[in-house]
């Protein structure tokens, strides 16, 4: 995505990789796969915009994680995970595959995929979808999701949108059109039937985009709901937010 001169969008450019690394000589046997596609931001506020995506988490992995005491950018930040994943992933399974040459709970899968959107007026939205396998049934899928402020360059948190003491209404708001989406009545019904937020009181989600009519709130697969169930959202119109949010 390429933004232009003016304040109306943040520049774009990306960086990608797609390898894959095996154990053995068998193209069929277990392996490593790294599949990332990650958009990093350009221009007047890069550095501010970049330091907050990596701390976000969309790079940290089961052999890397961004280290916060020190500024890198996010090309070599992928440098150093594609480093850091193989090296650490031969050494993991290196005697096991010796025993089990077969064996496919040795594979390890690492895909990240990152997009940027128009939001809100002045505001852009970057998404994160992160899928990690380490053998078993099945991965994990994880969304993590930024709002840029694309006249100062400021990522916006949940604590700079929303009103102090707000998350219960907020939470109420969410159940409220979750309800809505599966046809039932309340929380109860919600939990009883289909079983959301069965496990837990309801909470706002730190994750969320700022579209141009509503908020939405991402939770991502088996956070709040069973595997199966897959991610869950909730789509609270800026109507219905009125005073619950400062932007």
Do not use: W
Request: aromatic share 8%; glycine share 6%.
């Amino acid at each position: 995505l390429k933004g232009n001169a003016q304040t109306d969008s943040v520049p774009f450019d990306s960086v990608k990789i797609d390898t894959a690394i095996a154990l053995g000589t068998d193209s069929q046997g277990p392996k490593c796969v790294l599949k990332l596609k990650i958009k990093y931001a350009t221009g007047s506020h890069a550095n501010e915009i970049n330091r907050e995506l990596l701390l976000s988490g969309i790079l940290d992995n089961d052999y890397y994680k961004v280290d916060s005491t020190k500024q890198i950018s996010i090309a070599d930040a992928v440098k150093q995970l594609v480093a850091h994943t193989t090296a650490g992933y031969k050494k993991d399974y290196a005697e096991i595959f010796k025993e089990d040459p077969t064996s496919m709970s040795l594979n390890y899968e690492f895909d990240v995929t990152t997009k940027v959107q128009k939001g809100r007026k002045g505001i852009e939205n970057y998404l994160a979808e992160i899928y990690i396998y380490t053998g078993g049934a099945h991965g994990q899928s994880v969304s993590i999701i930024r709002n840029i402020d694309v006249k100062t360059g400021e990522v916006l948190t949940k604590e700079k949108v929303f009103a102090p003491g707000s998350d219960k209404a907020l939470s109420a708001l969410i159940v409220k059109n979750m309800a809505k989406h599966y046809c039932v009545n309340g929380l109860k019904q919600l939990q009883d039937s289909v079983s959301v937020f069965s496990f837990m009181e309801p909470y706002v989600s730190k994750e969320f985009i700022m579209e141009k009519d509503s908020v939405r709130f991402v939770y991502s697969q088996d956070e709040i709901a069973c595997h199966a169930a897959g991610p869950q959202e909730a789509a609270v119109s800026y109507k219905d937010l009125g005073k619950l949010i400062k932007r």
